[in-house]
């Protein structure tokens, strides 16, 4: 079993350390939260070990659809085995709904159902505050060339009608989503990071109760109650 050997960064979710096996990291989820770019930071009891559960179902369950990932295994309730990748400097969100930010930045009615899915792409950057960016920038400045940003393209939209499906079985709305991909040492796009509530706007179908993060961005309440309704849901659906 590989063992860890030092600390190679820390995110404002997660830490990453390194391994005795270079092909190898071991990906550690905290309690820590952030929003607003850093600006809002807090704790959410338990949430490392939420989200440690939900992205193993979901990257799972995803597997099991024939989408490669980066996770290996689970090695206890905090961390997860992964294969390094060299990850891509582009987050991929998809959209459903209309919420967050597309909405502050067109005007747009929260809530308004997309006709169809939709991406947008972010520059993987807290420094840069991670701003909207197009393809042709992406392809031209050298953060991904136009092969990977297809591969990744697709993928996202295969992931995104995987889980609509999954989150509709338990009466949830995605709304949208981050991803992130990265390419193993044999030049594989794998599906990296994490898929939780932290990434994800999930609203209640029938009350249209916000379940995920912007229940700590906005000060809601019931943020851990939340995450550990979630937890419990997808684990028992995905049985995996
Ligand atoms: N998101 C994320 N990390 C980021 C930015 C966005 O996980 O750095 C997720 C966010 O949780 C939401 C989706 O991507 O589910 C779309 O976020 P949006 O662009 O609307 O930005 P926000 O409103 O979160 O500022």
Known sequence: MPTKTAVLSEGKSKILHTTDDPNLLIQEFKDDATAFNGVKKGTIVGKGVFNQ?????????????????????????????????????????VRNIAAGSLCRRYATEEGLKLERPMIEYFVKSDELGDPLIGREAIAILGLADYEILDLASELTMKV????????????IDLVDFKLEFGRDNEGNLLLADEITPDGCRLWDTKTGEKLDKDRFRFDMGGVEESYARLQSLVTEAAGV
């Not at 559960?53 to 992964?82: C, M, P, W, Y």
């Not at 889980?163 to 338990?170: D, E, N, P, Y």
């Open 53 to 93: 559960s939900i992205s193993t179902s979901i990257f799972r369950l995803l597997e099991q659809a024939g989408i490669k990932t980066h996770l290996v295994e689970v090695l206890n309730d905090r961390e997860q085995l992964v294969k390094r990748v060299d990850i891509v400097m582009v987050e991929f969100v």
């Open 160 to 171: 995104n009608e995987i889980m609509v499906a999954f989150w509709k079985t338990l009466g």
